[in-house]
């Protein structure tokens, strides 16, 4: 019996561990090279595209602005993607249902995830420009 009460309470503990707030993530410049020297535009495609590829809405704002929203049943975030021809950046906009708590610069485990797999999809996308 006691075995069951740990194995319960282990189970809360890492439920509540992994639904915490964390810092949020304010990026500073990410920075690239490519082959081809592209132009901005076709810098634009390829972050596009490879927030496309998970499910991010993106809108072209400017030249070198992309708005991006990602939405996962009643959590949704709104980010800006600005970039140049060596360098990205990526910074929080607005969110709803995601924990944010602006005083101390908190926000869900799920913000942090969603962005760490667009930097990744982001930057293997320019890698093979």
């Not at 949020?24 to 990410?30: A, D, H, L, N, W």
């Not at 390829?46 to 991006?68: D, Y």
């Not at 950046?89 to 995830?113: C, F, H, P, V, W």
Request: contains cysteine.
């Amino acid at each position: 019996m006691a075995h069951i009460k740990h194995f319960i309470l282990l189970i809360i503990l890492v439920f509540l561990t992994a639904c915490g707030s964390v810092p949020i993530q304010q990026e500073t410049k990410t920075r690239f090279n490519t082959t081809n020297n592209p132009e901005l535009r076709e810098i634009s495609a390829v972050i596009i595209s490879a927030g496309e590829s998970l499910g991010w809405q993106m809108k072209q704002t400017s030249v070198s602005r992309i708005e991006a929203i990602k939405m996962s049943g009643n959590e949704k975030v709104i980010i800006d993607i600005t970039h140049k021809l060596n360098s990205y950046k990526i910074l929080y906009k607005s969110s709803m249902n995601m924990e944010y708590d602006a005083k101390k610069g908190q926000i869900s485990r799920t913000y942090g995830r969603w962005i760490d797999e667009l930097k990744n999809a982001i930057n293997s996308k320019l890698s093979g420009m």
